[in-house]
């Protein structure tokens, strides 16, 4: 029996949401493609619509407007926000699939003190925590004499990436706690703060589709967050990304799933919590065991960038099988090949940057992907200006395919170098430690 093809709506204007138009603009089920409010890359692969993430309102009159059937949220904040719920309380809109979970279940990511709880209910390996209000500030700061440093603390609510400060002292540590909570550095996110132990070993991320029952393993990716050679300086959104891990054996894949995916998505079910989507584990490595740092209930970003062109599945086909529960009857298959994505992004990024610098370079780019993540027509968004400017932080993700890591990198950092813009900047040791 032959599928429709399908109408879909996919949210976001980042590298990942680019990666993820992509995809689906390549799978023979899918109809007509729109992006909100998507960049100067995503108008390559459907139309982009001038609706923000945040305007459920709009949304609504889109997917009427254009008989939408998937809804595929790329970043955090609609989920966080309800828009399963909002879609689901809708009868003009009840009917189109959501890819992502209830307000509830974005909880995982929307409130560090909520995921703590369930890590904890359901025996899911992460390192030992407190949590503190306003109201127990002073029990917070004797705590925090009591902790060896490192201290991890951590602003319970979304705080668009930099609600977490791992504070090499006591004395730094009351700073940022006095920040968070006294001064409301992060406002309504920071208003619970989570002091954690520091777990010291080496990162990776896990992601999973589920259906609520059962789920599919996708490629595992390691990014680099900070912005300096070396893994020095400031944290960013994500300076590049590998897949596969080479640390990440099939001994230790086998006990991530046992010990942390089993455990999350059979709670999940226990707990009644509606969950058909992404879920991202961010994990560390410590000593050969696997623990939990955060959960993400979408795909990562820079990790998207490598994580889906290795995905040789039929996406839509997945999120068709999600919808129906039958996630078990699907095999996923992986790219022997690895792949690299180097992040090119503006100057002075992640502090103050310009916007709206000419890019040029791009016919001159043989053999890799270009995602654009910060970018614009200028005239954005008018599709027919082929100019495009930065609008952004991180501006395009360079993703190359190779026999190693190495070799994936190395036709990345070829072809970065093509690409120009006044201030561009791109760390050149992606991959570093392998």
């Known amino acids: 029996m032959s599928v429709k093809k399908q109408n879909i709506l996919l949210l976001g204007a980042g590298g990942r949401e680019c990666t ?25 692969y459907g139309t982009n619509l001038p609706i923000a993430v945040s305007d459920f309102e709009g949304m609504k ?14 970043p955090e904040d609609p989920l966080v926000a309800g828009v399963y719920d909002y879609f689901k309380a809708d009868q003009t809109l009840k009917h189109i699939i959501v890819a992502g979970p209830s307000k509830e279940g974005a909880q995982l990511e929307g409130s560090k003190a909520f995921s703590k709880k369930f890590m904890q209910r359901h025996n899911i390996p992460t390192a030992a925590y407190r949590e503190f209000t306003a109201d127990s500030f002073d029990e917070g700061v004797a705590y925090i004499d009591t902790c060896p440093p490192p201290i991890v603390l951590k602003a319970d609510g979304l705080a668009a990436g930099k609600g977490v400060v791992i504070a090499q002292s006591i004395a730094e540590a009351q700073e940022a706690f006095h920040a968070m909570l006294r001064d409301r550095q992060f406002g309504e996110a920071g208003s619970k703060v989570v002091i954690e132990q520091f777990l010291d070993g080496i990162e990776l991320s896990v992601f999973v589709l589920t259906d609520g029952s059962n789920y599919v393993l996708l490629p595992e990716a390691k990014d680099y967050k900070r912005i300096g050679e070396g893994d020095t300086g400031l944290n960013t959104g994500g300076m590049g990304a590998i897949s596969p891990v080479p640390f990440a054996d099939a001994t230790f894949m086998q006990q991530v799933i046992d010990r942390i995916i089993d455990p999350t998505v059979n709670g999940l079910k226990a707990e009644n919590i509606t969950y058909h989507g992404f879920i991202f584990f961010g994990l560390i490595k410590v000593n050969g065991e696997a623990y939990v740092i955060e959960y993400n209930c979408r795909m990562g970003d820079p990790e998207t960038e490598v994580v889906i062109p290795r995905l040789e599945n039929d996406l839509i086909e997945l999120l068709l099988k999600m919808q129906e529960g039958r996630l078990n009857e699907v095999t996923v298959a992986h790219s022997t090949q690895a792949a690299g994505a180097v992040m090119l992004v503006s100057g002075g990024y992640p502090g103050d940057y310009a916007k709206g610098k000419v890019m040029t370079g791009f016919e001159k780019v043989q053999g890799s992907l270009l995602f654009h993540a910060g970018t614009a027509n200028s005239q954005f968004p008018n599709p027919n ?25 190395a036709k990345s950092y070829e072809n970065a170098a093509h690409i120009e813009y006044e201030g561009r ?9 392998f």
């Open 20 to 44: 993820l138009a992509w995809k689906l603009s390549n799978s023979p089920l899918c109809g007509n493609l729109f992006i909100a409010p998507g960049n100067a890359g995503t108008n390559s």
């Open 425 to 433: 900047y791109y760390r050149t040791d992606i991959g570093w430690e």
């Open 61 to 74: 009159r889109a997917c009427i407007e254009h008989n939408i059937d998937i809804l595929l949220p790329g």
């Open 385 to 409: 200006s082929k100019e495009v400017v930065t609008n952004g932080g991180r501006v395009i993700a360079i993703t190359s395919y190779g026999k190693d890591i190495k070799a994936a990198l």
